[in-house]
């Protein structure tokens, strides 16, 4: 995923050139000293985006419902405390936070924090919710599309987790083998979809 650096323009909120797809209403650097955003970004099509994300240090970042993606916060380092209007739910390398589409969020990043941001799209989770329905109950058509909630949080250390932690980690390797105009769709079709079905199997609250 190519790179893209940003520069401090401020030490109060960060003016710098956010893309709109992230949705972020405010980024303020809480060590503005460290401060040194590294963005990278990849659509792999069918609704599934990858977001590779550091910013040299703290910050606290504020976002906006995304409304057509589910979001997955999987932590490469340290720790992200997202609050979207409950309780606060902790992202570390033991644990994703998923994000519904219509959630406001506030995140505090640690100085060492480094994260994949999973973007699914809304259409796409709910689509593949259909097929599994259909598998469970052993019909032929498809039930009707129905909004889809996911639980907030993911235990990578359980056996659902890790086995979704290890299809995410095999999708970012082959990112990481081609640049983005040259990946062998062969290569992204079946983890593009085990991604999304990993997920449902491991948070769908029905």
């Given amino acids: 995923m190519p790179s893209r650096d940003m520069p401090n323009r401020s030490n109060m909120d960060y003016s710098g050139d956010i893309p709109d797809r992230l949705r972020i209403r405010r980024l303020v650097p809480l060590d503005p000293e460290r401060f040194h955003a590294d963005m990278r970004h990849v659509d792999i099509g069918e609704g599934v985006q990858l977001s590779a994300i550091t910013w040299g240090g703290p910050v606290e970042v504020e976002t906006a419902p995304l409304l057509n993606r589910f979001l997955v916060t999987v932590p490469l380092a340290g720790e992200i ?6 309780d606060d739910v902790v992202a570390d390398t033991g644990h994703a936070v998923i994000i519904d589409p219509h959630a406001e969020t506030t995140q505090t990043w640690s100085d060492d924090a480094a994260a994949i941001w999973l973007h699914l799209a809304r259409d796409g989770v709910e689509d593949e919710a ?15 599309r129905r909004p889809v909630r996911l ?16 299809t995410v980690q095999r999708l970012v390797d082959v990112l990481d083998e081609y640049e983005p105009d040259a990946i062998p769709s062969h290569r992204v079709t079946v983890l593009r979809r ?3 079905t990993r997920l449902l199997r491991a948070t769908w609250q029905r």
């Fill in 194 to 196: 085990e991604v999304v």
């Fill in 130 to 144: 259909r097929h599994l329905l259909r598998a469970e109950e052993g019909g032929v058509a498809l039930p009707e």
């Fill in 81 to 86: 405390t997202v609050n979207s209007g409950a």
């Fill in 151 to 166: 639980a907030p949080s993911l235990d990578l250390t359980r056996a659902q987790g890790q086995r979704w932690r290890a």
